[in-house]
């Protein structure tokens, strides 16, 4: 009789005990430890072996020892892709730990995937989740209690940078990192209707423990802009307020307090939500503030994942049909921006909850420094500036063509599904030039590249050699977007930009002074038009005028001599 007394409560409780099996390391430390490395992935291990509506797999290589991995939840165990697209279910990517000392969705995502498997939070059976544990593991291995100065908690975090050092929420155009082309690759199999990237944030101090940056909405097009601006974000909002969280978006402001307002941040497709948006998919960045307890602000990303997920799943053929529909609109643009810029004529009012601040002397430096007294709390309107215009357009080609020796560029393409075709035969063709006429170079290396900026182009039309297995890459494709963000060289997240096309700048052939003297003197003497040329710029330029070595350099590079590749961009428009 005893020995039933036992075992009937065990068997009436067996969820239960399964559940206590599967407290995560901040729960059982009170909300004061993030979990490990090794203790993440042996607890999705033990998911996967207990639940069927769990399935972690390998995604890829990553630049430390180890994979980079998915953990999928589907109700009733069924993990094809093909099968959800076919069902119409809403794909939900969740990304944590790219920048590894801002944990909270790191321990976050463990327990919403574990209240999901035991029935504790009824997930839509129209969703799945893609969920990433860890993307920057090198960053999570390097672990550590200083290196987010002031952030409360938790004990021990991982670090900024990866294994090569690199930030990779500044990595999805370059992909300089292994994790960042598994992550790409694992993207475009899924073509998530939503992508939740989940961080931390610095900055201003005020009361919201949780701010929200969504993707910039104007740069979604016409249905998707709508669709988030006046419908899935203020959801979003509502059921987050209805929890007692009072959502802002994020407070992008540095240096001075925010009580007057603040611009969206402009994520542009280096950054993952601005790569998503190229993508047609909504992107959440959930950013929580490191001022706030660490317990309070994983409790706040767990309850906003859990918002998102019931308002896209109530709000599921909606979401769906916005992004077919702006498809089908950048199939037929001739024109696509590729640059954008805030539209300061436009504003939104927001609540905003701060604390009064003030200016104090410095016990660092005796100037005076910016304080916040979290004893003088206030509520007013603040002004959000969030609408942006296109600052540069470009006309779409029919393709771009591109010679195969370009290997890491046509990798890159490779891992975004850009379809390509390889010329099959020598040929000959019309395109559209550019020729690279100015740029700015940063001083310092950014993100392991010198990137370029304020470039100036002209473009000409000429007759371009094509070798067997060069490359036409048609712009009619899904990847359309991306295509001309990455190839046209006056955007700012452009292959040129990140120096992938560097070589083609540096002049090759050259000439010496006392052999060419002789040879630019029998140019001029044949080609009055050039020497008209050279005379005019004399009388317009008293430096080049008094410069005998910039006038011979001006004949040179204006005869047969001059290399016709040098600042010529490789990649050809056919028009």
């Known amino acids: 009789m005893k020995k039933w007394l036992i075992l009937v409560p065990c068997m009436v409780l067996t969820t239960i005990c399964r559940a206590q099996s599967f407290n995560t390391p901040f729960e059982v430390s009170n909300g004061t430890q993030s979990a490990t490395y090794v203790q993440l992935i042996d607890y999705y291990e033990r998911l996967d072996a207990t639940y069927e509506s769990i399935r972690m797999k390998d995604v890829g290589e990553t630049d430390t020892y180890y994979p980079l991995q998915v953990v999928y939840y589907s109700k009733g165990g069924r993990f094809s892709v093909a099968d959800w697209k076919r069902e119409g279910k809403i794909i939900l990517l969740i990304n944590n730990g790219i920048h590894p000392g801002e944990p909270d969705g790191i321990d976050a995502s463990m327990m919403l995937l574990r209240d999901a498997a035991i029935g504790k939070i009824k997930v839509p059976d129209n969703i799945v989740l893609a969920v990433i544990p860890v993307f920057n593991i090198g960053g999570m291995l390097n672990r550590g209690s200083y290196s987010r100065a002031s952030q409360n908690g938790p004990v021990e975090y991982g670090f900024r940078g990866n294994a090569q050092n690199l930030d990779l929420n500044r990595d999805f155009i370059k992909m300089d990192a292994k994790e960042t082309r598994s992550l790409v690759r694992l993207f475009h199999k899924l073509s998530p209707d939503v992508l939740i990237d989940n961080h931390v944030s610095n900055g201003a ?11 910039q909405h104007n740069k979604l097009g016409g249905a998707m802009d709508n669709y988030l601006n006046n419908y899935f974000e203020p ?5 987050m307020a209805a929890k007692g969280y009072d959502l802002v978006p994020y407070v992008n402001h540095w240096g001075d307090t925010p009580d007057k307002g603040w611009t969206a ?142 290997a890491k560029v046509i990798s890159r393409l490779r891992d975004n599904n850009v379809e390509m075709t390889s010329v099959d035969k020598d040929t000959t063709i019309y395109a559209g030039v550019y020729y690279i006429e100015s740029y700015e170079t940063t001083p310092r290396p950014y993100e392991g590249h010198y990137l370029h900026t304020k470039v100036k182009t002209r473009k000409e039309k000429r007759y371009i050699k094509l070798f067997k297995g060069d490359y036409i890459i048609p712009t009619n494709q899904a990847a359309k977007r991306f295509i001309t963000e990455v190839l046209e060289p006056t955007a700012p997240d452009a292959y040129f930009a990140w120096g992938f096309f560097d070589a083609m700048l540096q002049q090759k052939e050259g000439y010496s002074d006392y052999v060419f003297e002789d040879e630019a003197a029998k140019i001029l003497s044949k080609d009055a038009a050039l020497r008209k040329k050279l005379e005019e710029k004399k009388a317009s330029d008293a430096k080049f005028a008094a410069d005998g070595e910039a006038q011979l350099d001006f004949v040179y590079k204006h005869s047969p001599y001059y290399e016709p590749v040098h600042m010529r961009y490789p990649v050809f428009r056919l028009e």
């Open 265 to 406: 941040f402009h994520e542009g497709p280096r950054f993952a939500s601005g790569f998503a948006a190229m993508h047609h998919t909504y992107a959440f960045v959930t950013e929580t503030h490191m001022l706030k307890p660490f317990d309070k602000r994983v409790y706040g990303t767990y309850e906003l994942m859990k918002t998102i997920i019931q308002v896209a799943a109530a709000n599921a053929a909606d979401i769906q049909q916005s992004r077919r529909a702006d498809l089908q609109a950048d199939a037929l643009a001739t024109q696509l921006p590729v640059e954008w810029t805030c539209d300061t004529n436009k504003q939104t009012k927001i609540i905003y909850k701060g604390y009064e601040a003030g200016y104090k002397p410095s016990e660092v430096s005796g100037q005076p420094r910016l304080y916040y007294d979290r004893s003088k709390l206030y509520t007013k309107e603040v002004l959000l500036y969030n609408d942006y215009k296109a600052k540069q357009a470009v006309t779409v080609p029919q393709a771009y063509m591109l010679s195969g020796a370009w």
């Open 235 to 239: 959801l979003i909002y509502k059921d």
């Open 205 to 215: 101090d005020y009361q919201h423990i949780v701010t929200l940056l969504s993707t």
